[in-house]
């Protein structure tokens, strides 16, 4: 089974704007299992780099449902595509939008190919989201964002429920909040998810590339 881990770059100090380029240089020539998927999701203001790693994945972070035009602010899956942007988070807990923002965006984006990740706070909210086709639901506890303990210890019940939930719309599933390492990627696994969306485990390490590498090594 492939398996995914998002790292949202967010809008760290040390991963955005002038030390994005550096922060990214680390994974050049990071050793990658085959059956793994990773993808770097991009702050808005350093969507423009990703031409300059054509050997990494990337994210937006965000996106809107305009096209080309007078959208002061925002910018268009168009817009992405020439920038090399592979696909986009939406609705992200630090970024919520109205369902309309999410099913306009999605109508636009499956037209085009284009694949969205929306992110979630319940199995309820998963459920919803997951009918309107998105490439996977990334369960995210609020409460656990940017802290110790993983999502993956603290709500396995909802995890699998998630999961299940998802299922019904044959969406997968990430999941993310306190995901540190290793043990957390193969737990989300074993609770039926595909992988991980995670930010400051990785990001504000002392040594990101081996935080990485060693979170999506499964034994
Ligand atoms: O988008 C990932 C995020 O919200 C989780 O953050 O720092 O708990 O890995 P973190």
């Known amino acids: 089974m492939n398996k995914t881990a998002i790292i949202n770059l967010k809008h760290y100090q040390v991963s955005s704007g002038n030390r994005c380029e550096s922060f990214l240089?680390?994974?050049i020539g990071m050793d990658?299992?085959?059956?793994t998927r990773i993808i770097f999701a991009l702050n808005p203001i350093d969507l423009r780099i990703a031409k300059g790693f054509p050997e990494l994945n990337f994210y937006a972070q965000h996106i809107y449902p305009v096209d080309f035009g007078a959208s002061t602010g925002q910018y268009s899956i168009e817009s992405l595509m020439d920038l090399g942007i592979g696909?986009?988070?939406l609705n992200h807990s630090e970024m919520r939008v109205p369902e309309s923002h999410i099913a306009d965006t999605l109508d636009k984006a499956k037209s085009m190919d284009f694949p969205?990740?929306?992110?979630a706070d319940s199995s309820g909210e998963a459920e919803k989201y997951s009918a309107l086709g998105p490439e996977y639901i990334a369960y995210e506890?609020?409460?656990?964002i940017g802290g110790?303990?993983?999502?993956?210890s603290a709500k396995p019940e909802i995890i699998q429920s998630v999961v299940e939930r998802c299922a019904r719309n044959s969406v997968p599933v990430l999941v993310g909040a306190g995901v540190k390492n290793n043990n957390d990627m193969k737990k989300?696994?074993?609770l039926g998810a595909r992988g991980v969306l995670v930010a400051s485990g990785i990001v504000l390490s002392n040594d990101p590339l081996a935080s990485l590498t060693s979170l999506i090594e499964i034994l």
Do not use: H, I
């Open 87 to 89: 696909g986009s988070l």
């Open 25 to 27: 240089s680390k994974f």
């Open 32 to 35: 990658t299992p085959s059956d």
């Open 141 to 144: 506890p609020p409460e656990l």
């Open 116 to 119: 969205v990740v929306v992110c």
């Open 148 to 152: 110790n303990v993983s999502v993956t």
């Open 188 to 190: 989300s696994l074993e």
